[in-house]
């Protein structure tokens, strides 16, 4: 699956905020078709270095190459539209319908999308395509994170981005769509980077985790890896907490 | 109050002159204030900078901020050359456009701070430029917040642009201060309702549109503006008809008699053929430069007020002499022509009850003078910055208990409700008689004297055909007859408009 030329590149990145270093030195390759998760607490970078791919956020210093180029040579508008994002606020423009959401990325770009294809990315999501009318305040918090991702989908992406996508979300919702949103990846054949504070979803969906601390990464592996203690203590007293509720909730269940 | 239903109508020209000025000044407003909230919305210094300012406008009282406008047009005619207005429709516009400002600007700048961050980080993260955010997202969802700034600047302006009266602009001001002046209420509450009806109408078509808005509702912001711009449109066809030919325009300072003698002097240039045009209410020191640079064609004006306030001259010679310094020095300051005398003299002078008077026994300034620690003097609101005022108080040293400032006609209330024992009088004024009020005498000739007299604007006077009209003025005038025609406006019943008492005093004088 994995080829040679990585889909996503940062080299030796940095970031600081009035003297304090959000990411100090990250240098990782991702994978075309990976699905990688960036794991860690409040504050350790993980947001600040998933922001510099589209640059919404700028490195002090080193740089982040997608499909081969860096990012910082390629015009903001078009490397935005190529770069599906979903935001942890959702973010959907109050004033426009469902169906002008899912479609402003196209439209930017001056193509503007039918209202079949508007159709589809509400099915991909799972959402009634008879939504395309409504006004974003007309939905639930879970059909709006899902009109967030097909908006992400509508410039057809390589890469989906994804900051805390499920963090404002009920739990059944949240595993709902975390399901969808695996399923897409797989389907559409994404790269896929997300960033979370729950080490049990990263676990459950990706297929690389990142654990950071304090602005840089320090830990790499598989969810099996982890699972079975690699990735050092850090990791491992995230890997702790879901863990441990598994195993008290088998012990419930005997 | 019959008297308001027959008055209302009348005002059509000055509420569609209203209509058009607040209309321009809140579109200046707009203009000025959106790309400023723009820019405010990208730096916070600016921000600052912009708000700051703009409050402080707002702390500037509006009649202050239209009077400032005078001088300040008047030095960029340096610029901007003689043709530049400096009183009516420019001053006011730029006047109430500043204050108009303040109410765009903070809720445009408070919308834009108040969007939620999560909507403009997306407005980023899809790729829009800075253009496409501005038109897209930032301004639909500050739409309806702007508008109700601008519906609050509407209202203020409708208000505050009854105040351009002052510096010779017609407003719905006009009748305001003419019935101010005279006491005549249904005039002022014929203004004022005028005025309000104007905002409350406004308000409810701007309400209609930010409505829409808020609503995303575009048929009903367009019904809104379609009326608003109905209105404007109707006002403007109404001022556009008008404003064709040239028209003389008298000036008048704020107390009847100016405004008496303008309508004397309008009645006969209209009758040899000339359209004329009034403006009211104009400060002294506004209303002789506003002759002198031909912002107005017509003043009466008086011997010692252009001595001692626009000459700065102490001495006090006899009264021809003084005249004749006066005429040389028109000429050769600003060209302005002094027509003449019209025969009578409106002084400056103390006044008491003479009830009052007798009893501390009071007959002159001198007399005054020891009793005045104990007493208060009235002035109007400008006798007491008035360099005749300075030289009687040094001259006799005077010190009163109290100094208190009154609008003319309620300085000469106060006289007889006790609230003030002196007031600084008119000569000419038919209410001395009226109140049984007595002149305290001046041996120490500290007042100047004050011959009423017709200046003609630089370029006015040198047209022979209105000089031969208002000619037979000149002399024609006793102060019997000036005293009449005022109290006929001034007393407290049976009121004749200004038109009536220039008619009136036309007829006693044999004109």
């Known amino acids: 699956m994995q080829t040679a030329e990585p889909e996503l590149e940062f080299r030796d990145v940095r970031k600081s905020y009035a003297a304090h270093a959000a990411v100090g030195g990250v240098s990782l390759a991702i994978a075309r078709g990976s699905f990688a998760a960036l794991v860690g607490a409040s504050g350790s970078g993980k947001s600040t270095l998933l922001k510099m791919v589209n640059r919404l956020v700028e490195p002090d210093a080193g740089s982040v190459r997608f499909e081969g180029e860096p990012v910082a040579s390629l015009a903001l508008p078009a490397l935005r539209r190529r770069v599906g994002y979903v935001f942890q606020s959702i973010g959907l423009f109050p004033h426009m319908t469902v169906g002008e959401n899912i479609a402003i990325g196209p439209r930017l770009a001056g193509e503007g999308l039918t209202r079949a294809r508007i159709g589809e990315l509400l099915e991909l999501v799972e959402l009634d395509p008879e939504m395309v009318a409504r006004m974003p305040d007309a939905l639930s918090g879970g059909q709006r994170q899902r009109v967030g991702v097909a908006r992400a989908l509508a410039g057809e992406p390589q890469l989906l981005l994804m900051d805390e996508p499920f963090g404002a979300l009920d739990p059944i919702t949240r595993a709902a769509l975390g399901e969808r949103v695996s399923g897409l990846h797989r389907q559409l054949g994404l790269t896929t980077v997300m960033v979370t504070h729950d080490m049990a979803e990263a676990l459950l969906l990706a297929d690389r985790v990142l654990v950071m601390d304090r602005g840089t990464i320090v830990a790499d592996e598989t969810p099996r890896a982890l699972l079975a203690g690699a990735g050092g203590p850090i990791a491992q007293g995230l890997v702790a907490v879901p863990r441990a509720q598994a195993d008290r909730l088998a012990e419930l269940a005997r | 109050m019959s008297g308001l239903w027959s008055t209302l109508p009348m005002l059509g020209d000055q509420l569609a002159a209203h209509v058009l000025l607040s209309a321009s000044a809140i579109a200046l407003g707009i203009a000025l204030a959106l790309p400023l909230a723009v820019w405010a919305s990208r730096s916070p210094a600016v921000a600052r900078t912009a708000l700051g300012f703009a409050s402080l406008v707002q702390t500037v009282p509006a009649l202050a901020l239209l009077a400032l406008f005078f001088p300040i047009l008047l030095s960029l005619r340096a610029v901007f050359g003689e043709g530049l207005p400096t009183l009516g429709f420019l001053p006011a516009l730029l006047a109430l456009a500043l204050y108009a400002l303040l109410p765009i600007l903070r809720n445009a700048v408070t919308a834009q701070a108040n969007l939620d961050p999560g909507v403009i980080e997306a407005a980023h993260g899809v790729g829009m ?52 002046q005279t006491q005549n209420w249904v005039l002022v509450l014929a203004g004022c309702l005028a005025s309000a009806g104007l905002a409350l109408v406004a308000d409810a078509l701007l309400g209609m549109i930010e409505q829409g808005l808020a609503t995303r509702r575009p048929a009903l912001s367009f019904a809104g503006l379609a009326a608003v711009l109905l209105g404007v449109g109707l006002a403007f066809a109404a001022q556009a008809g008008s404003t064709d030919e040239r028209r003389i325009v008298i000036g008048a300072k704020g107390f009847s008699e100016q405004y008496i003698l303008a309508r004397l002097i309008g009645r006969r240039l209209e009758r040899a053929g000339y359209a004329v045009d009034y403006r009211d209410g104009l400060g002294s020191a506004v209303a002789h430069k506003a002759v002198s640079t031909g912002a107005i064609d017509i003043l009466v004006d008086y011997t010692g007020t252009i001595w001692t306030n626009q000459m700065g001259r102490q001495d006090n010679p006899e009264r021809d002499a003084m005249l004749t310094e006066i005429v040389a020095w028109e000429t050769r300051t600003s060209g302005t022509h002094v027509l003449g005398r019209l025969g009578f003299e409106n002084a400056y002078g103390l006044a008491m009850r003479r009830e009052r008077a007798g009893r501390l026994h009071i007959g002159s300034i001198d007399d005054l003078a020891a009793a005045a620690p104990r007493l208060t003097i009235g002035g109007d609101p400008e006798f007491f910055e008035r360099p005749e005022w300075h030289a009687v108080r040094s001259a006799y040293g005077l010190r009163f208990a109290r100094q208190r400032n009154f609008a003319p006609t309620f300085m000469y209330n106060s006289l007889q409700s006790g609230e003030t024992d002196v007031i600084s009088g008119y000569t000419s004024d038919g209410r001395i008689e009226a109140d049984d009020l007595v002149m305290l005498e001046d041996p120490k000739r500290a007042f100047p004297n004050y011959d009423a007299i017709i200046l003609l604007a630089p370029e006015t006077g040198n047209d022979p055909a209105l000089v031969a009209a208002l000619r037979p003025l000149v002399g024609a005038i006793p102060v019997e007859a000036m005293r009449a025609a005022n109290l006929a406006v001034d007393r407290e019943t049976d009121k004749l408009s200004f038109d009536e008492a220039a008619q009136l005093l036309a007829r006693r004088v044999g004109l």
């Open chain 2, 129 to 180: 430029s800075d253009w496409q955010r501005l038109r897209l997202v930032e301004a639909p969802l500050s739409a309806p917040y702007v508008m109700a700034g601008i519906r609050t600047a509407t209202v203020w302006t409708v208000g505050a642009a009854t105040l351009a009266t002052t510096i010779g602009q017609k407003s719905l001001g006009d009748p305001i201060f003419a019935g101010l």
